[in-house]
């Protein structure tokens, strides 16, 4: 019953709210409210998984092979949680600074409700549903601000993300014409019996879907002009909730559906995640505005998280997850501190490139750490190596864009740092990233559990 009304109560809320003008304050702060109330439905739901295990319905009382299956383990709750974690601090964001679109809050909130059901359904055709209906809305955000900025980087996202669902649909299908089947548990326990040519190819499909979502290197080409075009709040919801998409997918249709195409591509995934590693945090120190450094930045980031795939195991797969929730707090604090000034923005700023740079005692530094270790139990001085020049480079351009965004005077800055709620949002979110960084058990906790609901069932 949980399950559903976590689904029910996004998804009713953002079909109003779509319908109405977005723009009247009271409709956007139903908005927060909404996600609000979704963020604790989940928190419910998450102590009920940790303590628990995995929890599972069948929506409408249909049969498990006809109704929609939902599945609510460690890893997805993990994930859910973030997402509209993320959502509700850039739709608090810019409802204070004011929204200037009638549709933003209902599609916010829609997205929303896409998201989560992605996260937990556990069927391949399900995810692909509401991972349309996450996109559809995003595809729509992504124009939010209607200047010709942010019109060209939504026709780019649109154009590119449409590509990218193409190839999922097609390997959706392939995996049904192989298998016989969509929902998960039964595509994994058949996967291995299938041609190992036709599971390499679909594997290759999804990757190739999912790497798009996520902008890594070499299918990045898109991310520069969207994330630095988008306004503020979008970048943070494009970056820090839609790209988790890409590394969820990445993690269990990966791990979970194709560990033995994983096992045969690890170096492979190793190396693309060492090149987008080295090209974004090469770029992002040669970019001068701070919303291309940030994009270039994303593209390096995700690239720890390939990196911890390709490699494998419990303690890698541990790594990944809990560097993915790490980054996507840190590239929404760093998109939603990029568009107001004062002094608690400096700080809250400071916070997130130490995070990005892995400086302790801030998040990203546990994130590095595991990182680190991965290196060490895989005993290879390569990785390690390559870890400590991604964390110099996210240091030097991290110190760059400080220098240049709040150690200079700008004209605009009073204007700018008159919001005190807004500076009060992105405060909040860099207090949990360092509490995050002085308490990390909770966190390590979670991810040492995703990734044990992950390899469940892997042989």
Not at 74 to 85: D, E, Q, T
Not at 181 to 204: G, H, K, S, T
Not at 208 to 224: D, N, R, T, Y
Not at 421 to 439: E, F, I, K, N, S
Request: hydrophobic fraction near 60%; proline fraction near 4%.
């Amino acid at each position: 019953m949980l399950l559903s009304t976590i689904l029910l109560v996004p998804w009713a809320s953002g079909a109003v709210l779509v319908a109405f003008d977005g723009r009247r304050r009271a409709l956007a702060w139903l908005a927060v409210a909404s996600l609000a109330a979704s963020l604790v439905l989940l928190c419910v739901l998450a102590a009920d998984v940790f303590t628990g295990g995995s929890r599972q319905v069948v929506t409408g009382g249909w049969p498990a092979d006809v109704g929609i299956v939902l599945k609510a383990d460690a890893l997805g709750v993990a994930f859910a949680l973030l997402s509209v974690l993320v959502l509700l601090a850039a739709t608090a964001h810019e409802a204070i600074g004011g929204v200037r679109s009638r549709t933003f809050p209902g599609l916010v909130v829609l997205l929303a409700a896409g998201l989560t059901g992605l996260f937990v359904t556990a069927d391949v055709f399900s995810f692909y549903v509401f991972f349309e209906l996450a996109m559809t809305a995003s595809y729509v955000l992504s124009a939010y601000g209607g200047k010709r900025r942010q019109l060209r980087a939504a026709l780019v996202f649109t154009a590119v993300n449409l590509l990218g669902s193409f190839i999922f649909l097609l390997s959706v299908a392939g995996t049904y014409r192989v298998t016989g089947a969509l929902a998960m548990d039964q595509v994994a326990e058949r996967m291995p019996a299938v041609n190992p040519n036709a599971a390499i190819l679909i594997a290759a499909g999804f990757f190739i879907a999912f790497s798009v979502k996520l902008g890594l290197f070499p299918f990045h080409f898109w991310l520069p002009t969207v994330y630095a075009g988008a306004r503020p709040a979008v970048a943070a919801i494009l970056s820090g909730a839609v790209a988790n998409i890409g590394a969820y997918g990445l993690l269990r249709f990966g791990a979970g559906l194709f560990p033995d195409q994983l096992r045969l591509a690890g170096v492979a995934l190793v190396v693309l995640g060492a090149a987008s590693i080295i090209y974004g945090g090469v770029l992002a120190v040669a970019r001068g505005d701070t919303a291309e450094m940030l994009a270039y930045s994303a593209i390096g980031q995700v690239g720890y998280v390939l990196v911890a795939v390709g490699v494998g195991g419990p303690v890698s797969l541990t790594a990944a997850v809990l560097y993915s929730v790490i980054n996507s707090l840190n590239k929404a604090l760093l998109f939603l501190a990029s568009g107001v000034r004062g002094a608690l923005v400096a700080g809250a700023f400071a916070i997130g490139a130490l995070s990005v740079a892995g400086v302790p005692p801030v998040a990203g530094f546990v994130g590095k750490l595991e990182l680190f270790r991965t290196g060490i139990v895989a005993g290879s001085a390569t990785l390690i190596v390559l870890l400590l020049v991604g964390s110099a480079l996210s240091l030097v351009y991290m110190f760059q864009v400080y220098q240049r965004r709040f150690w200079r005077t700008d004209p605009l800055a009073a204007a700018a740092a008159t919001s005190l709620p807004q500076r009060l949002v992105t405060a909040a979110l860099a207090l949990l990233v360092l509490v995050t960084g002085l308490w990390p058990e909770p966190l390590l906790t979670l991810s040492s559990q995703a990734a044990g609901a992950l390899l469940d069932g892997v042989p």
